[in-house]
């Protein structure tokens, strides 16, 4: 079984908290949090101010993923009490051993991600200092888009690496991911599952959470 993370860019804007609020009483583990700022992805999503407007309205930790340019500038905007891990993109760091250690010293557990093109020996050097890897199996930027399975065997491969050297980080995969295709992920290793629109658009919500993590009958 695998943990799931809804990403909240696919609920609805307009009446936010009420859907956020729906969607954590469904057994999620955390709830994502796609951070977008128009210049390293083509998209804006929303910032820190929408992110805390949800303080309180749930008790389920931040899983924020910063799609961002140089983002130690606005690590500190994202620490909260409910946050867990702050997740930045391998591409966008100058220094990224510098950015982990920033992380760490703000008092959230790291996270780093790779885009489809990025290999995933890039991260070999900094594993010991990673607390979540984020593999996106779609280009960020949008919700909605096609499942893309090159993002399988880099699970595989962290996978392989953790156990090697005896480490405990969380492997993730984000993007075209539902009820559908989540065993692929599943099989590969994958540890927790971030889902937007398959989780925010189902008929029955409750059971494509469950479908995903791979805990529903028949699943
Ligand atoms: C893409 C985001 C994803 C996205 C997932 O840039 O990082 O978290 O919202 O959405 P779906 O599940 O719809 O692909
Ligand atoms: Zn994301």
Redesign the pocket.
């Known amino acids: 079984m695998a943990k799931i993370a809804p990403?909240i860019?696919?609920a609805d804007f307009a009446r936010l908290g009420e859907d956020v609020k729906d969607i954590c009483d469904r057994g999620i583990d955390y709830l994502?949090i796609?951070v977008?700022d128009g210049s390293f992805?083509p998209?804006i999503s929303f910032g820190a101010a929408v992110m805390k407007s949800l303080n309180g309205i749930t008790t389920v930790p931040y899983d924020v993923?910063l799609?961002i340019w140089d983002p130690d500038r606005y690590i500190e905007n994202f620490v909260t009490p409910f946050t867990e891990f702050i997740t930045v993109h391998y591409e966008a760091c100058d220094d990224l051993a510098r950015t982990l250690s920033h992380i760490k010293e703000a008092g959230a557990k790291t996270g780093v991600s790779i885009k489809p093109g990025t290999v995933p020996e890039v991260l070999d050097d900094y594993l010991k200092d990673i607390d979540q890897i984020l593999v996106?199996?779609?280009?960020?930027?949008?919700?909605?888009?096609k499942?893309m399975d090159s993002s399988l065997p880099k699970i595989a491969y962290y996978k392989a690496k953790r156990e090697e050297l005896g480490l405990d980080y969380v492997i993730s995969v984000?993007?075209?991911?539902?009820s559908a295709n989540a065993h692929l992920v599943r099989d590969a290793g994958v540890d927790l599952i971030?889902?937007?629109?398959?989780?925010f658009k189902a008929a029955d919500r409750t059971a494509e959470i469950a479908a995903i993590k791979g805990c529903a009958e028949n699943a």
Do not use: C, R, T, Y
Not at 136 to 145: K, L, R
Not at 174 to 178: A, L, P
Not at 194 to 199: M, N, P, T
């Open positions: 990403s860019l696919a994502h796609d977008m992805v998209n993923h799609m996106m199996s779609v280009e960020p930027g949008f919700g909605g888009q499942f984000d993007g075209g991911v539902g971030v889902a937007g629109s398959a989780v």
